[in-house]
């Protein structure tokens, strides 16, 4: 079943059914101000973090409510309904939605009773503020008298936990104020005499506002309970129901913002008007307030400057395909997904509260690999954020505060980390993904003089990029476990498997060998010959150990517990194949041409199913050792046999790596949100955006899919769909096209920037191969290769690319 579809040409999702399966949504703003909001207006807002600079009330786990919400009133019938479908809730029969999801805003347009409305939300460029901007059209041939009411529920605390949990303290520290066109909400109001810097227990006051631009202000309120009501709802509030606000304010109530203005249209008129909502003092309010005078003109231009900015960033890397779903999502969707995972990490959804204050170590580092090829030097910030939080042993924060102070943070080796952050050691993997991803940006933009960049550890010392690096191969050196492969410390990247300490992942191992032969390739062009040696015995006796210890038969195992039992063994009654071993060994460079067919064989197999190949099989339950804690979970349900997202772009990039172009996109289609537009029942999350896990083959909602946006999944899969499927594979001195496509595809065009050039890339397949290549032309000129060498691209015009396949 379908809800919607996508607009490509105007970078939308149009959702036609307001009945979505779940709350299908989308982000708005920057790292400074970020909003999300549903399809039927519901959502929050912060300022920087989600944890401590809430600004919406939202409650998790419910029917998403409260939100965004604008309410129309008829005073003659004294009929009313609200500019997104829910929360009043008109029958469907009577009242039609459209939600328009665009790339920074949201356009959500309803009819009823012959009133037509448009209620366009964003955040303007470069502001830390948001707007509602709503256009009310007369359809109809009488007079219509109507109140137009907005409705934003504040927290009475800026961490979302405080204003949720504890009320002892958060119910008596708001008062609203009513301040000529908007309502004004001080938090800890009582501070106010406190000088600039002052705080008492870290605490001084905050103000929010809400206001009314374009339009005089009938009514007003700032207490939640006279809004509602005791007995009442957010579909059937007191002051839309009365017409009239009562103009109360709160003192140790819950505080909203709530604002009427009463219009009269005659047919065919339209008024516009906008709603401005933000974390702003009283000053700075009147500013913002006095700027939207004139709405219609001023959001216009608004929204296009958002437009043009995203429409820059895409514009870098486009394809034309035989498939409609790869290039809605590699063109717009996928990216955009990519960038909201880059700026926000895990820290805010309708699943992740916004309680984790700060980076994850592993899922920052990775995330930077998703947009690369879109916006480097963006990529180049994060990676130079990310790298100052490396402690000067190697090993990386696992946690990385918004207050990251580089060079002066505590360490898991400090007692006052640990109570901080509540990460109580160092990963095994963490510092490893700095690896491929400042590869990935050292290639794709060919700026080698990053690597010696000086930039400072964690905690103390500085060094360059290169130094990092080298950190990191000493701290996995430092750390191994009793076979000789890094320890498991206190996870790998599966946070649901507890080696032990002193336990041995062959995953981590795998990256382990991966990340010395990047290192090597920085050695060389350094000439660093100490180094290199160094770097080859040690991949060598690492290249022994995983060989003689973790080959199985036809398959790579899992890893070691401290005890020395084998975790992943093809005899074991659970458990006994994993799928992350079999990619890795392939992406790496490890695995032998035949060890590399029977593992991605076995995959197939034993795990691939029509949503994706499972994490692991058979699904723990009476045969789970004591590390085991995917067994906590159902069988079938996230690291228990789940179909875990992150891991299918690896699996992508694996098959594509072998040549193998009809799996490579098979996988692709099967965990592609765009693919199950037409499933959307089974599996329930938004069709243009990735989900963490979808439930496995064990579960009984086999194909239904969870935690949506903020996954891992977003980078991957789009590093195996660029580097794998299309073949886009830079190095230091230019860039390898050797794609991996389905047989069947005639071919394939790419429009790329790279490094300061447009590259205008064909692909032609008349042979219907899934990969190799016969020649290739670069602006005329015929070679019988499928590298193109730096030095051959021109600075002005398009450079035109043509690759034959095989």
Same mark, same amino acid.
């Given at each position: 079943?379908?809800?919607?579809?996508?607009?490509?040409?105007?970078?939308?999702?149009?959702?036609?059914?307001?009945?979505?399966?779940?709350?299908?949504?989308?982000?708005?703003?920057?790292?400074?101000?970020?909003?999300?909001?549903? #399809?039927?207006?519901?959502?929050?807002?912060?300022?920087?973090? $989600?944890?401590?600079?809430?600004?919406?009330?939202? *409650?998790? %786990?419910?029917?998403?409510?409260?939100?965004?919400?604008?309410?129309?009133?008829?005073?003659?019938?004294?009929?009313?309904?609200?500019?997104?479908?829910?929360?009043?809730?008109?029958?469907?029969?009577?009242?039609?939605?459209?939600?328009?999801? +665009?790339?920074?805003?949201?356009?959500?347009?309803?009819?009823?009773?012959?009133?037509?409305?448009?209620?366009?939300?964003?955040?303007?460029?470069?502001?830390?503020?948001?707007?509602?901007?709503?256009?009310?059209?007369?359809?109809?041939?009488?007079?219509?008298?109507?109140?137009?009411?907005?409705?934003?529920? &504040?927290?009475?605390?800026?961490?979302?936990?405080?204003?949720?949990? %504890?009320?002892?303290?958060?119910?008596?520290?708001?008062?609203?104020?009513?301040?000529?066109?908007?309502?004004?909400?001080?938090?800890?109001?009582?501070?106010?005499?406190?000088?600039?810097?002052?705080?008492?227990?870290?605490?001084?006051?905050?103000?929010?506002?809400?206001?009314? !631009?374009?339009?005089?202000?009938?009514?007003?309120?700032?207490?939640?309970?006279?809004?509602?009501?005791?007995?009442?709802?957010?579909?059937?509030?007191?002051?839309?129901?009365? $017409?009239?606000?009562?103009? !109360?304010?709160?003192?140790?109530?819950?505080?909203?913002?709530?604002?009427?203005?009463?219009?009269?249209?005659?047919?065919?008129?339209?008024?516009?008007?906008?709603?401005?909502?933000?974390?702003?003092?009283?000053?700075?309010?009147?500013?913002?307030?006095?700027?939207?005078?004139?709405?219609?003109?001023?959001?216009?231009?608004?929204?296009?400057?958002?437009?043009?900015?995203?429409?820059?960033?895409?514009?870098?890397?486009?394809?034309?395909?035989?498939?409609?779903?790869?290039?809605?999502?590699?063109?717009?969707?996928?990216?955009?997904?990519?960038?909201?995972?880059?700026?926000?990490?895990?820290?805010?959804?309708?699943?992740?509260?916004?309680?984790?204050? $700060?980076?994850?170590?592993?899922?920052?580092?990775?995330?930077?690999?998703?947009?690369?090829? =879109?916006?480097?030097?963006?990529?180049?910030?994060?990676?130079?954020?990310?790298?100052?939080?490396?402690?000067?042993?190697?090993?990386? @924060?696992?946690?990385?505060?918004?207050?990251?102070?580089?060079?002066?943070?505590?360490?898991?080796?400090?007692?006052?980390?640990?109570?901080?952050?509540?990460?109580?050691?160092?990963?095994?993997?963490?510092?490893?993904?700095?690896?491929?991803?400042?590869?990935?940006?050292?290639?794709?933009?060919? %700026?080698?003089?990053?690597?010696?960049?000086?930039?400072?550890?964690?905690?103390?010392?500085?060094?360059?990029?290169?130094?990092?690096?080298?950190?990191?191969?000493?701290?996995?050196?430092?750390?191994?476990?009793?076979?000789?492969?890094?320890?498991? @410390?206190?996870?790998?990247?599966?946070?649901?498997?507890?080696?032990?300490?002193?336990?041995?992942?062959?995953?981590?191992?795998?990256?382990?060998?991966?990340?010395?032969?990047?290192?090597?390739?920085?050695?060389?062009?350094?000439?660093?010959?100490?180094?290199?040696?160094?770097?080859?015995?040690?991949?060598?006796?690492?290249?022994?150990?995983?060989?003689?210890?973790?080959?199985?038969?036809?398959?790579?195992?899992?890893?070691?517990?401290?005890?020395?039992? *084998?975790? +992943?063994?093809?005899?074991?009654?659970?458990?006994?194949?994993? =799928?992350?071993?079999?990619?890795?060994?392939?992406?790496?460079?490890?695995?032998?041409?035949?060890?590399?067919?029977?593992?991605?064989? #076995?995959?197939?197999?034993?795990?691939?199913?029509?949503?994706?190949?499972?994490?692991?099989?058979?699904?723990?339950?009476?045969?789970?050792?004591?590390?085991?804690?995917?067994?906590?979970?159902?069988?079938?349900?996230?690291?228990?046999? +789940?179909?875990?997202?992150?891991?299918?772009?690896?699996?992508?990039?694996?098959?594509?790596?072998?040549?193998?172009?009809?799996?490579?996109?098979?996988?692709?289609?099967? #965990?592609?949100?765009? !693919?199950?537009?037409?499933?959307?029942?089974?599996?329930?999350?938004?069709?243009?955006?990735?989900?963490? &896990?979808?439930?496995?083959?064990?579960?009984?909602?086999?194909?239904?899919?969870?935690?949506?946006?903020?996954?891992?999944?977003?980078?991957?899969?789009? *590093?195996?769909?660029?580097?794998?499927?299309?073949?886009?594979?830079?190095?230091?001195?230019?860039?390898?096209?050797?794609?991996?496509?389905?047989?069947?595809?005639?071919?394939?065009?790419?429009?790329?920037? &790279?490094?300061?050039?447009?590259?205008?890339?064909?692909?032609?397949?008349?042979?219907?191969?899934?990969?190799?290549?016969?020649?290739?032309?670069?602006?005329?000129?015929?070679?019988?290769?499928?590298?193109?060498?730096?030095?051959?691209?021109?600075?002005?015009?398009?450079?035109?690319?043509?690759?034959?396949?095989?």
């Amino acid at each position: 079943m379908q809800f919607g579809y996508f607009d490509n040409e105007n970078r939308e999702y149009v959702i036609t059914n307001p009945k979505t399966p779940a709350p299908w949504a989308n982000y708005l703003g920057s790292p400074e101000y970020g909003a999300l909001i549903s #399809n039927n207006a519901g959502g929050y807002s912060f300022a920087k973090s $989600g944890a401590n600079g809430r600004i919406l009330r939202y *409650v998790f %786990n419910n029917f998403d409510q409260p939100g965004r919400y604008i309410y129309i009133r008829d005073n003659d019938s004294k009929d009313y309904w609200s500019a997104s479908w829910q929360p009043v809730g008109k029958s469907l029969d009577t009242y039609k939605s459209e939600c328009h999801h +665009g790339i920074s805003y949201t356009k959500i347009m309803a009819d009823y009773s012959d009133i037509h409305t448009e209620a366009l939300y964003y955040v303007p460029l470069n502001k830390t503020y948001e707007v509602w901007n709503l256009k009310v059209t007369n359809n109809g041939s009488e007079k219509r008298n109507l109140t137009l009411t907005g409705y934003a529920e &504040f927290t009475n605390n800026s961490n979302y936990e405080q204003d949720q949990v %504890n009320l002892q303290y958060s119910l008596f520290i708001s008062r609203t104020s009513f301040v000529e066109n908007r309502i004004r909400q001080t938090v800890h109001g009582n501070l106010d005499v406190l000088g600039a810097g002052e705080t008492v227990d870290d605490k001084r006051p905050t103000d929010r506002i809400f206001g009314l !631009a374009g339009a005089d202000v009938s009514s007003y309120c700032g207490d939640k309970e006279v809004f509602i009501g005791r007995c009442n709802g957010y579909g059937n509030p007191d002051g839309v129901v009365n $017409g009239d606000l009562g103009n !109360a304010l709160s003192y140790n109530e819950n505080s909203c913002g709530a604002l009427s203005t009463v219009v009269e249209l005659m047919p065919g008129e339209t008024k516009n008007i906008a709603f401005i909502l933000g974390l702003k003092e009283n000053d700075e309010a009147e500013a913002i307030m006095n700027s939207y005078t004139d709405p219609a003109d001023v959001c216009e231009k608004e929204l296009a400057e958002l437009k043009t900015y995203w429409g820059e960033k895409f514009s870098h890397f486009q394809v034309q395909t035989p498939s409609k779903e790869f290039d809605s999502m590699i063109n717009t969707w996928h990216a955009y997904n990519c960038f909201m995972t880059f700026i926000w990490s895990r820290a805010a959804s309708f699943i992740y509260c916004g309680l984790r204050n $700060g980076y994850g170590y592993r899922d920052t580092v990775q995330d930077i690999q998703g947009i690369i090829h =879109l916006a480097p030097e963006m990529a180049a910030d994060k990676i130079r954020f990310m790298l100052s939080a490396q402690v000067a042993n190697g090993g990386g @924060l696992p946690l990385v505060k918004f207050t990251h102070n580089a060079g002066h943070e505590d360490t898991p080796d400090d007692a006052s980390y640990v109570k901080e952050t509540g990460h109580p050691a160092y990963r095994a993997d963490d510092a490893l993904w700095l690896f491929p991803t400042i590869y990935k940006y050292v290639t794709e933009t060919g %700026n080698l003089a990053f690597m010696d960049e000086v930039i400072p550890y964690a905690n103390k010392d500085e060094g360059t990029v290169y130094d990092h690096l080298k950190r990191a191969i000493d701290f996995s050196m430092k750390h191994l476990g009793r076979h000789g492969m890094p320890a498991g @410390l206190y996870a790998d990247w599966n946070d649901c498997l507890r080696l032990g300490k002193d336990g041995e992942s062959s995953f981590v191992a795998l990256q382990f060998y991966y990340a010395m032969t990047i290192l090597r390739k920085f050695a060389e062009y350094k000439n660093d010959s100490e180094y290199i040696s160094y770097l080859d015995k040690s991949q060598k006796d690492l290249w022994n150990v995983i060989q003689n210890l973790c080959w199985n038969e036809d398959r790579f195992i899992r890893g070691f517990t401290e005890k020395g039992e *084998v975790i +992943g063994k093809r005899t074991d009654p659970e458990a006994n194949m994993w =799928l992350n071993p079999q990619s890795w060994a392939v992406i790496s460079g490890f695995a032998s041409k035949a060890q590399a067919e029977a593992a991605m064989e #076995n995959v197939y197999t034993q795990l691939n199913t029509a949503f994706g190949a499972v994490l692991m099989d058979p699904p723990y339950h009476a045969h789970a050792f004591d590390g085991a804690l995917a067994v906590i979970y159902n069988q079938g349900v996230k690291e228990n046999a +789940g179909i875990f997202s992150q891991s299918q772009g690896w699996l992508i990039l694996a098959e594509a790596l072998l040549g193998h172009g009809n799996r490579a996109f098979e996988y692709y289609m099967e #965990n592609s949100p765009a !693919a199950q537009n037409d499933k959307a029942e089974v599996r329930k999350l938004e069709p243009y955006c990735y989900g963490q &896990f979808t439930e496995g083959k064990a579960s009984p909602h086999f194909g239904r899919s969870h935690v949506h946006w903020l996954t891992g999944t977003a980078s991957t899969v789009m *590093v195996g769909s660029v580097e794998g499927i299309l073949g886009m594979r830079p190095d230091f001195y230019g860039l390898r096209i050797a794609p991996s496509i389905p047989a069947e595809w005639d071919g394939f065009t790419v429009e790329k920037d &790279f490094r300061g050039k447009h590259l205008h890339i064909e692909v032609k397949n008349p042979g219907h191969a899934e990969s190799g290549f016969k020649c290739m032309e670069i602006n005329g000129q015929t070679i019988f290769n499928n590298y193109v060498k730096d030095e051959w691209l021109m600075s002005n015009g398009d450079n035109i690319i043509t690759l034959y396949m095989s």
